[in-house]
Every structure is written in structure tokens, then in C-alpha cells.
């Protein structure tokens, strides 16, 4: 299993999903979704539209692909990481 790396289209948390877009390209059939268990599983918390990560892709038959061993990856991680252990400065993370 190989890790990719994708951009978080959307990600709904009244629905429990999302979609990534891959960065290897590809059209709207190429998006990996996203699922509220994995995200559990990869503990993550939340996901932003335009965050980078990286993802392992699993196939579904009859559905679209669902990422897997989900990661967030440069600015955000940091952020995410000094948040989750308590200690971050004033303009590194900002909630709407």
C-alpha cells in the first residue's frame, strides 16, 4: 500500500464524509472519499477544504475509493499537533 498525497475538497461534519482530490490528477471520478470512521481510526479530528495530506487509497467495489491511514500533512499538521497538546500561539490556528 502506497501512501498518496491530496487536497481535501470538501468535508462535511453534519454528514460524516468528504472527498480528497488526488494530487496525481485525474476527473471528479478520481476523488477518494472520506469517511467519519477513518478519520476515528487516523485520529484526526477535523479536516478543512484546501488542507494537504496524505492517505493511503483502499477500492470499494461499487463505490468510489475511501482513504485510508489518513495524515495531515505541512502547516496544518503542526497546528493540529500543538493544539491537540495544548500549547499553541496566538495567530497559528484560527476557527471560523
Not at 487536497?7 to 496525481?24: H, M, N, R, Y
Not at 479536516?47 to 491511514?69: K, M
Amino acid at each position: 500500500m502506497r501512501e498518496e498525497r491530496g487536497t481535501i475538497l470538501f468535508c462535511d461534519v453534519a454528514k460524516k464524509c468528504g472527498f480528497i482530490v488526488p494530487s496525481s490528477g485525474g476527473d471528479k471520478s478520481d476523488n477518494v472519499f472520506i469517511g467519519s470512521a477513518e478519520l476515528a481510526r487516523s485520529g484526526v479530528r477535523w479536516l478543512n477544504s484546501g488542507d494537504y495530506i496524505g492517505f493511503v487509497r483502499r477500492l470499494r467495489p461499487g463505490h468510489s475509493a475511501e482513504a485510508t491511514n489518513i495524515r495531515l500533512l505541512g502547516a496544518e499538521a503542526a497546528d493540529y499537533q500543538m493544539l491537540r497538546e495544548g500549547r499553541f500561539w496566538a495567530g497559528s490556528f484560527t476557527q471560523e
